[in-house]
């Protein structure tokens, strides 16, 4: 799992799977967002999996599913919102963490 830092308290990567999970909260993290859509290609795990595993290892969820450019803008502010709310440090992920990415530097302008 390619997990990339972006600052003090965020991180994104790609799609990890449900027994990643348990190794997401050993290498510290305490929340995961997940901003991938079910259903983006065969095979994928549904956000429903992805949410026990994660629940189960102890880390905080949320899901804000990204689509394309148009949702990034209009859910810069959940975005924000949900990294005040969540303990982290966070995970972000989406198929590749190029859409995470974009969301966080959206959601920045959002942050006021």
């Given at each position: 799992?390619?997990i990339r830092?972006?600052?003090?308290?965020v991180?994104?990567?790609?799609?990890?799977?449900?027994?990643?999970?348990?190794?997401?909260?050993e290498?510290?993290f305490r929340?995961?967002?997940?901003n991938r859509?079910?259903g983006?290609e065969?095979?994928?795990?549904?956000?429903?999996?992805?949410?026990?595993?994660?629940?189960?290892?102890?880390?905080?969820t949320q899901?804000?599913?990204i689509?394309g450019?148009?949702?990034?803008e209009?859910r810069?502010?959940d975005f924000?919102?949900?990294?005040?709310?969540?303990?982290?440090p966070?995970?972000?992920?989406?198929?590749?963490?190029?859409?995470?990415?974009?969301?966080?530097?959206?959601?920045r302008?959002?942050?006021?």
């Open positions: 799992m390619d830092q972006i600052d003090e308290n991180s994104v990567a790609g799609q990890p799977t449900p027994a990643e999970m348990r190794m997401v909260a290498q510290g929340s995961v967002i997940g859509p079910d983006e065969p095979g994928q795990p549904a956000w429903k999996e992805l949410e026990a595993a994660a629940q189960d290892a102890g880390l905080q899901f804000i599913p689509a450019a148009e949702d990034i209009a810069k502010d924000a919102q949900a990294l005040k709310d969540m303990p982290g966070v995970l972000a992920f989406c198929r590749t963490g190029t859409r995470s990415g974009m969301l966080y530097e959206a959601s302008s959002a942050d006021g």
